[in-house]
């Protein structure tokens, strides 16, 4: 069995799409484009820098965080979800989940003030281009070189064509 990212289609021609998934008709070559579209290539290496980037940084600055004050467990939850989240878009799973949640973190820490230790503190331009990275992953998603692509990455489905029937 091929690879997720396989591209396994018989030998022919059309291709049809239903609801944006690419079908092909049995007998024929699908020539349509991605059920989902991870970019590959430089813009996959520059998904994989970003996302390297945003989640050791943020991994890092949740962990410092964690280590440097006295914060009871209820305070330290939201910095270890953070710790958890940076990990996770660094390796390139639930991308999406985790941007979202970075970048609400971020978010908080430019809402709340300065005594509240809910969320790692940072200064204000450090949050800002933390939240915009977090957005721009979220939007870009995680690109080729990821778990997620691995895992949800292209498929296509086959329909048999109507006369070819194994059934009498």
Same mark, same amino acid.
């Given at each position: 069995?091929?690879?997720?990212?396989?591209?396994?289609?018989?030998?022919?021609?059309?291709?049809?799409?239903?609801?944006?998934? *690419?079908?092909?008709?049995?007998?024929?070559?699908?020539? *349509?484009?991605?059920?989902?579209? $991870?970019?590959?290539?430089?813009?996959?290496?520059?998904?994989?820098?970003?996302? %390297?980037?945003?989640?050791?940084?943020?991994?890092?600055?949740?962990? +410092?965080?964690?280590?440097?004050?006295?914060?009871?467990?209820?305070?330290? !939850?939201?910095?270890? #979800?953070?710790? !958890? /989240?940076?990990? #996770?878009?660094? !390796?390139?799973? =639930?991308?999406? &989940? /985790?941007?979202?949640?970075?970048?609400?973190? $971020?978010?908080? !820490? +430019?809402?709340?003030?300065?005594?509240?230790?809910? &969320?790692?503190?940072?200064?204000?331009?450090?949050?800002?281009?933390?939240?915009? #990275?977090?957005?721009?992953? %979220?939007?870009?998603?995680?690109?080729? =070189?990821?778990?997620?692509?691995?895992? =949800?990455?292209?498929?296509?489905? =086959?329909?048999?064509?109507?006369?070819?029937?194994?059934?009498?």
């Amino acid at each position: 069995m091929p690879g997720p990212l396989a591209r396994v289609t018989p030998d022919a021609a059309p291709a049809a799409s239903i609801n944006g998934v *690419s079908c092909a008709v049995a007998g024929h070559t699908s020539r *349509s484009g991605r059920v989902l579209n $991870y970019p590959g290539h430089w813009a996959g290496l520059g998904l994989l820098l970003l996302r %390297g980037t945003v989640g050791i940084t943020v991994a890092m600055q949740a962990w +410092l965080a964690i280590a440097s004050t006295n914060a009871d467990l209820l305070g330290a !939850v939201p910095a270890a #979800a953070l710790v !958890v /989240c940076g990990v #996770a878009l660094t !390796v390139g799973i =639930f991308t999406p &989940v /985790c941007s979202t949640l970075v970048g609400l973190g $971020y978010a908080l !820490v +430019l809402l709340m003030p300065p005594g509240a230790a809910v &969320v790692p503190r940072l200064d204000g331009a450090a949050a800002i281009v933390g939240l915009a #990275a977090a957005v721009a992953l %979220g939007l870009l998603g995680p690109g080729t =070189f990821s778990i997620d692509a691995r895992l =949800f990455g292209r498929r296509e489905i =086959f329909i048999p064509a109507k006369g070819n029937s194994d059934q009498s």
